[in-house]
């Protein structure tokens, strides 16, 4: 039987995820229960892996297209919105694909969409006998540290001298942020994908912008530097992409702020340099 539990961000340190309140449907062979093994699944946001190419409109769609997937591998997961799947053998741009995985809701997504490489982090713990049955399992926690990334899915299983259990997940990609973001505070960035080819002009801080530059060069515009003091802009040149992103300086009051102190600079992104990240000051 496997274990339920909740997962959360932790109260004493927000760069960690809290699983907890550990329980069994049925108490049948828990006595022996000897120790617990939790999967954590997660991405980094500003590593953006690649965009799809086609649009997903079919929830049980067999493949993806994507722009790039020279960094896909079968068995990969990937995150695309609020959904995982599991990837095949690429042929090209083709990835074949099983949905709506680690207990994710099968989803569309739109032409240019953002692709994330599914990362994992594994977390094992011991019980003594009788543990999970006793009143001390109400304060078991286990916390598994992963600044800055954003919490997919956990998956947990126990062991006994049986064998052990099947996984159970518990899936946080249904809300807003598609994920849990286990960030401090203010750090926590939004992340945006503009239409592909389209200029674009970034209204406020705490976002990673993915830019899709296939056709043409795509200009982004940095937000005023002054309402936004102290908070961060990533911009990506997604993978695939044929033509450079240029990010300009906003405008504060009329007069042009300044990308890395000059205030007549254009950061280029390129394949070879595709990201740039500042902080309004």
């Not at 999967?39 to 994507?66: H, P």
């Not at 569309?108 to 001390?136: H, I, Y």
């Not at 990506?236 to 890395?260: E, K, M, Q, Y």
Request: with cysteine; net charge negative.
């Amino acid at each position: 039987m496997p274990p339920s539990f909740g997962v959360e961000q932790a109260a004493t340190d927000p760069t960690a995820a809290e699983v907890a309140g550990l329980t069994f449907s049925d108490p049948t062979n828990t006595y022996s229960i000897t120790a617990g093994t939790f999967i954590f699944y997660f991405v980094v946001e500003t590593d953006v892996l690649s965009t799809l190419s086609a649009a997903i409109t079919d929830t049980a769609a067999s493949s993806i297209s994507l722009v790039d997937a020279s960094g896909v591998s079968e068995g990969d997961y990937l995150q695309i919105g609020p959904e995982v799947v599991l990837c095949g053998a690429p042929s090209g741009g083709i990835v074949p694909v099983t949905c709506a995985q680690l207990a994710s809701a099968a989803a569309t997504a739109l032409v240019g969409a953002s692709v994330w490489k599914v990362q994992l982090q594994v977390a094992t713990t011991s019980f003594p006998l009788d543990f999970v049955n006793s009143d001390s399992i109400t304060d078991w926690k286990l916390l598994q540290p992963l600044a800055g990334a954003k919490l997919l899915s956990v998956g947990g299983s126990v062991t006994n001298p049986y064998g052990t259990s099947e996984v159970n997940f518990v899936c946080l990609t249904g809300g807003a942020d598609h994920g849990l973001k286990l960030s401090a505070g203010g750090s926590k960035l939004t992340v945006v994908n503009p239409p592909a080819n389209a200029d674009y002009a970034i209204l406020a801080g705490n976002v990673a912008v993915n830019v899709v530059a296939t056709t043409r060069v795509v200009v982004i515009t940095l937000p005023p530097e002054g309402a936004n003091k102290g908070e961060q802009v990533v911009v990506n040149r997604a993978a695939g992409s044929t033509f450079d992103v240029h990010v300009v300086p906003g405008l504060t009051s009329g007069v042009s702020d300044s990308i890395d102190g000059a205030s007549s600079a254009v950061e280029v992104l390129t394949s070879v340099s595709p990201t740039w990240a500042g902080w309004a000051v």
